[in-house]
């Protein structure tokens, strides 16, 4: 691609508003005091008020948070010099439970249930692992509780870890076909080169297309506790915009910085950058299964089946009759009517072998069947694309 950077005047600019599912990823420079390795709470309360109000106007919120390692290893005795990797895992283990009792603590003040969840790189990359951990956080938001995640830094290697939490936050956000991204960071947006050595460079309110100039505008990261900078927000963007996700960088050290995205610049808002993609997330979801992915198998369904899928609901057991080849959980295959006509493809949510178990059954007999209780659905309609 050669187009530049579009540039937008700020009133055009969208807001905080109008989200429906809400990422947040919070960097440790923001989260833990970088001269007393302790939690900024007043910082984090302002946070968690936020958080409390995007609900109230019904809101998904999902946080993505870092701070584990620059929490523990205070608490261990370990600032003042590079840590091993196994010094990172160890101050990891210590400063998790210290990130999520906090977490907990201040959002109970707005009678808010937190959910700790910890994930690998592997775990957004491996289908089972994905549908595993979309299928967790999609039931924890359903319940009405606010998951917290972390990379599971006690376990992931050097070389299955991401390494930041920008793209993690990306990665999680494409994985549950979040709408908006929010990196709350140490700069207020993208500039045409880095402000702390260029004064005059120019901010740039809105990103339409990810180009090479785009690219050449990030400059090196921080120093402090941060592992990020713009070159992984970058990377971020490129992996949320992919999955039809709008993402924007904002300044978060300022009070309640979630409130202050909910106008735009004109209007008394934060300066920021918002990364616009060209699909919704579900649109990109769809295009996804349609064209990037090879079949494992075939499902063959009858009338019944044909008729529903066509009303856009999702493939149950009973109107499956014949399950054909060797598929795993999370694998697309391909659905077809009885006369052998490809009328939908979709990612199944179960096994090869369990499928043909409880093709034909209702859905409450899955249990019994199995012998243990998986989705009433064996495509669901999210995961599934007519043809």
């Known amino acids: 691609m050669t187009t530049t950077a579009k540039t937008e005047s700020d009133t055009a600019a969208p807001t905080l508003i109008g989200a429906r599912r809400l990422v947040v990823k919070i960097g440790s420079a923001l989260l833990v005091d970088e001269r007393t390795g302790h939690i900024r709470r007043a910082w984090l309360d302002a946070l968690a008020d936020d958080i409390a109000a995007c609900r109230a106007r019904g809101q998904e919120v999902v946080v993505v948070t870092s701070g584990a390692v620059a929490v523990g290893r205070e608490h261990l005795g370990l600032r003042g010099r590079p840590l091993r990797l196994e010094e990172k895992q160890a101050a990891a283990a210590t400063g998790q439970i210290r990130l999520a009792h906090a977490y907990q603590e201040t959002l109970a003040r707005h009678d808010v249930t937190v959910a700790q969840v910890l994930l690998t790189l592997e775990d957004t990359e491996e289908r089972r692992r994905h549908l595993n951990g979309r299928a967790t956080i999609d039931t924890l938001l359903r319940l009405g509780a606010v998951p917290v995640i972390n990379e599971n830094d006690t376990v992931a290697t050097a070389e299955i870890r991401f390494g930041d939490n920008d793209r993690l936050a990306a990665r999680v956000a494409q994985m549950i076909s979040a709408d908006t991204l929010v990196l709350l960071s140490d700069i207020d947006g993208l500039y045409t080169a880095d402000p702390r050595k260029e004064p005059d460079a120019a901010h740039i309110p809105v990103v339409r297309e990810l180009t090479a100039e785009i690219e050449g505008m990030a400059g090196e990261p921080p120093p402090g506790y941060s592992s990020g900078g713009m070159v992984t927000k970058i990377a971020a963007a490129r992996i949320a915009m992919s999955g039809g996700c709008r993402m924007v960088i904002a300044k978060g050290k300022r009070m309640n910085p979630l409130a202050a995205l909910e106008r735009a610049p004109a209007d008394g808002g934060a ?49 499956v009759t014949e399950a054909q080849g060797d598929f795993e959980r999370g694998d697309l295959v391909v659905v077809q009517d009885a006369a052998g006509r490809e009328i939908a493809r979709g990612l199944c949510a179960y096994a090869a072998e369990d499928a043909r178990r409880i093709l034909g059954r209702r859905s409450a007999e899955i249990e019994a069947v199995l012998g243990f209780r998986g989705r009433d659905v064996m495509i669901h309609r999210d995961d599934l694309v007519m043809r």
């Open 271 to 319: 300066l920021c950058t918002w990364f616009l993609p060209a699909a919704e997330p579900r649109t990109a979801r769809k295009a996804w299964i349609a064209g990037h992915l090879a079949p494992h198998g075939v499902l063959i369904v009858d009338a019944g089946a044909v008729q529903a899928l066509q009303q856009g609901k999702s493939l149950l057991p009973a109107g």
